[in-house]
């Protein structure tokens, strides 16, 4: 099984010279190969492959010594990452490969061989003598990979990848007893299909005049101070994000064997510019990501449901879909059984039977109380007996 482990690094004043050479390099050549195979398109409709784009940087080196400066792998890795962009937006999966940028994101280069830890030193080409790293959890496994980056605010972390002699471990059969249901939301990040609800932090609300201080600050005084306050506190956002997504994915993995959620379009849902912020500052994606690998690491199932399945609009009692249900009505009251339901509650306890359904191979049908349950039951009172117990 692959596994990452992340450390800061603290590199010397020559090191972090070479290290910023790696990554202007690798820029360089990746916006450099880039444009290179959008002209060769436009002009002779030729897809030039990876490996020709190879061939050619030989040259190129000769014209340009401070490549030879750097690792020739990161170089050729470069390529590689644009090869899977250009793969990836032909199949649907991401958008059409943009330049790199020095003062946007993450600056990152990638070293796939010859990666050492030793004496609390990172061992890599370039770096025989090995740059310190602060190593706050053992590494285990064999490395195969390591990929340097810096942030903003002018840190640098290394991830490190290994592959365990661990087996990934078998998944439970799923029942109705060991499946949880969650509903992600905007007022409580979440809410299980057991009534447990996790408040949502809202760390970018809870900084966000601090923040609209330093912008308009740096607006008008763009100077390395300002703007040094403005990279630290998205930082802090950032950092106090992640923190929360991964106790809650750990959390969740740890204490249940299958869990249930939607398959949410959160790029489609941001377009709504009302709710734009909330969502963003959720990171639902980045949160279901995170409980996917971790499911594989512990062996727990995850299931997920259609993104136009009605979880909120059916009642979860008799299963009658309320059309004219609308996103403001958060506790709603069903025609057809008079039982009143909140409604994030009442979705975490659809989509945990909807996945269990869809399981079972039944059919959808347009009345969540005409559907089979586990049992292949198509009896409303045997769909509430499921729901009760």
């Given at each position: ?191 299980t299909s057991d009534g447990q609800t996790i408040d949502n932090p809202k760390h970018l609300r ?12 740096y607006s008008k005084y763009r100077g390395k101070k300002n703007k040094k306050k403005l990279q ?158």
């Amino acid at each position: 099984m692959l596994k990452s482990y992340k450390y800061r690094i603290y590199p010397t004043k020559n090191q972090e010279i070479l290290l910023n050479k790696h990554l202007g390099s690798v820029r360089f050549l990746y916006n450099l190969a880039l444009e290179t195979k959008k002209e060769a398109w436009k002009k002779s409709g030729v897809s030039l492959s990876r490996y020709e784009l190879s061939r050619q940087t030989k040259d190129l080196k000769e014209d340009l010594d401070w490549l030879k400066e750097v690792n020739s792998q990161s170089l050729q890795s470069a390529l590689k990452n644009l090869d899977d962009a250009y793969t990836n937006f032909f199949k649907g999966r991401s958008k059409f490969p943009r330049y790199k940028s020095k003062s946007k994101g993450r600056q990152s280069f990638n070293v796939p061989q010859n990666v050492k830890l030793v004496n609390n030193k990172l061992v890599i080409p370039k770096f025989k003598e090995g740059i310190n790293v602060k190593i706050h959890r053992e590494l285990e496994g064999q490395i195969r990979q390591a990929t340097i980056s810096k942030t903003p605010t002018g840190k640098y972390f290394v991830s490190i990848l290994v592959k365990t002699n661990n087996e990934q471990p078998p998944k439970p059969e799923v029942t109705e007893s060991n499946t949880i249901g969650i509903d992600l939301g905007i007022k409580d990040f979440l809410i299980t299909s057991d009534g447990q609800t996790i408040d949502n932090p809202k760390h970018l609300r809870e900084l966000e005049s601090k923040l609209k201080f330093i912008q308009r600050r740096y607006s008008k005084y763009r100077g390395k101070k300002n703007k040094k306050k403005l990279q630290n506190l998205h930082e802090k956002i950032k950092n106090k994000r992640k923190d929360f997504l991964h106790k809650v994915s750990s959390e969740l993995v740890r204490e249940n064997q299958s869990i249930a959620l939607e398959d949410l379009n959160v790029s489609g849902m941001v377009k709504n510019h009302k709710l734009a912020k909330s969502i963003s500052d959720a990171s639902w994606s980045t949160f279901v990501r995170m409980l996917e690998y971790k499911a594989d690491w512990y062996g727990v199932n995850v299931m997920k449901i259609g993104r136009f399945e009605p979880s909120s609009k059916t009642c979860s009692e008799c299963g009658n879909v309320n059309q004219k249900l609308e996103l403001k009505d958060r506790i709603w009251t069903c025609d057809s059984c008079n039982t009143t339901l909140d409604r994030d509650l009442n979705a975490a306890v659809n989509i945990k039977l909807f996945s269990l359904n869809n399981l079972s191979g039944g059919p959808r049908l347009e009345n969540h109380g005409e559907l089979p349950s586990v049992e292949g039951v198509k009896t409303h009172e045997a769909h509430r007996s499921l729901v009760s117990g």
